[in-house]
């Protein structure tokens, strides 16, 4: 068996409002590859079909202080990380971010600071690193 790992994802971070119910566009200067930050229970009003919505629409991931269970599944199912760190609130929108789940960490490249994910389970890594096979990432 060859080893999978997930790649590194680096892009920049944008707000979704809160409550966030997935119909907004975009933020503005969103660009393919970029991540969506959101805050407690994040994806909670989203319908099911909403991750693979924005994985096609080119988000690289979300991430939020905390993800709602059903919008994870959906997340993980899509191929769409879905990350909680508690510090989502200190990401400023258009912050350059470095995703790497494989080291379960966040780096915030405007400031410096390197947040912990603390919601995968290597279940879920495995998902998402064939997920990512898959889809050619």
């Known amino acids: 068996d060859e ?5 590194a994802l680096s892009g920049r971070g944008w707000d979704v409002p809160e409550p966030w119910s ?3 566009p975009l933020p503005a200067g969103f660009a393919p590859g970029d991540f969506l930050v959101g805050r407690l229970r994040c994806g909670r009003d989203l319908a099911p079909s909403a991750a693979a919505e924005l994985r096609a ?6 991430i939020a202080t905390s993800i709602a269970p059903d919008f994870f599944a959906a997340a993980v199912a899509a191929g769409l990380p879905a990350v909680a760190i508690e510090e989502a609130a200190a990401i400023k929108s258009g912050d350059r971010l ?3 789940i494989e080291t379960f960490r966040v780096a915030n490249r405007n400031s410096g600071d390197r947040y912990i994910i603390k919601n995968l389970s290597e279940a879920a890594l495995d998902a998402l690193r064939r997920a990512s096979v898959a889809q050619g990432a």
Do not use: N
Request: proline letters at 6%.
């Open 3 to 7: 080893e999978i790992s997930y790649p």
């Open 22 to 24: 997935g119909v907004e």
């Open 57 to 62: 629409a080119g988000v690289a991931a979300v």
């Open 98 to 100: 470095r995703l790497d």
